[in-house]
């Protein structure tokens, strides 16, 4: 999925390499049937405005930008779900 953003004010857009949504942890019952669960998992891209690899943007990415691009993200799941986008 590749979807429209910014980056510190400059456009460009977001390609979703993977994404696992991970699994909630297991924490009641018996001890051997508890589970940790798994993180989850959002690897990206980002490309220019002509949809080029723009490594010169990595720069600008900080944990709440990736928090930001993975919002971002959920929204277009959602919209292509209900076939807004």
Excluded at 20 to 41: K, L, V
């Amino acid at each position: 999925m590749i979807f429209p953003t910014r980056l510190n004010g400059i456009p460009c857009k977001c390609n979703v390499l993977t994404y696992n949504p991970g699994t909630p942890a297991q924490t009641s019952g018996p001890p051997e049937m508890c589970d940790p669960g798994d993180p989850e998992e959002f690897e990206f891209e980002i490309l220019d405005c002509r949809g080029r690899r723009a490594a010169w943007l990595d720069c600008y990415l900080s944990p709440a930008v990736e928090q930001q691009l993975l919002e971002e993200a959920h929204v277009m799941r959602q919209a292509e779900a209900y076939e807004y986008a």
